[in-house]
């Protein structure tokens, strides 16, 4: 009996010793590149160049509407790459908002490893770049990103597409049976720090969200004061969620 649960005992502590190691390899799902240009998404856009407080140069693109109320920078959730929210940007466009659209370290054809310290640092270099008013987009871990960098310098409109509460509340959602909170490297905690924030927010939610509880976006729209906007049978990847009218006319609500 001493055996076993001695056998049981490590395989628990490898188990997690492996999942500290690799967990960021849970959190960040980064496509690579190559990507087209600009121009070749969307007429007249412009391949741009963000240069972080770290030192890295990472790749975007801007497309800018003559006379646009807002530029909207769009904060990607944790897979893919900038090509997949091109579709946004042409619907926030065709309604005569600029749109940024850029990639994380180690997203697309960029340098560096993703870490919640980085992506603090790369939301900033986004924001540098534009001169005028600017609406914050953030998509599940962008939301958290948006999040983070309303506490430094205030949007004048903010949407936040299925958001989670914090990274371990999503993680224990998904992982039960590990000690996620005390495990995580990378928080995210999106309610604690909408204390200090206060500005017009939208929260867009699919009912349906296997990825993301919906209660939890729910709780973020509390905490955040905003107008809760709830597609139904959506899920997390769902176009609807990523381009469809409900997200653009939630971005035109707070410009």
Known sequence: MRRAIWIAAVVVVTIIAVVFAFQRKLVYFPSPGPLPSAEEVLPGGRDVRLVTADGLLLDGWHFEVPDAPATVIVFPGNGGNRAG???????????????????YRGYGDNPGKPTEEGLTYDARAALDLIDGPVIYFGES????????????????????????????????????????????QDKYPVVE?????????????????????????????????????????????????????????????VR
């Open 85 to 103: 929210r091109a579709p946004l940007a042409r619907a926030l466009t065709e309604r005569g908002l600029s749109v940024l659209l850029f990639d």
């Open 141 to 184: 871990l962008g939301a958290a990103v948006a999040v983070e960098l309303a506490t430094h310098r205030p949007p004048v409109g903010m949407v936040l597409r299925s958001p989670f509460t914090s990274l371990a509340a999503a993680g224990s959602h998904h992982y039960p049976w590990l000690p996620v909170k005390m495990l995580l």
């Open 193 to 253: 720090r909408l204390s200090g924030v206060d500005v017009p927010t939208v929260v867009v939610l699919g009912t349906s969200d296997s990825v993301v509880p919906p209660a939890q976006s729910r709780e973020v729209a509390s905490a955040a004061r905003a107008k809760l906007v709830e597609v139904a049978g959506a899920d997390h990847n769902d176009e609807v969620l990523c381009c469809g009218p409900q997200v653009v006319d939630a971005v035109l609500s």
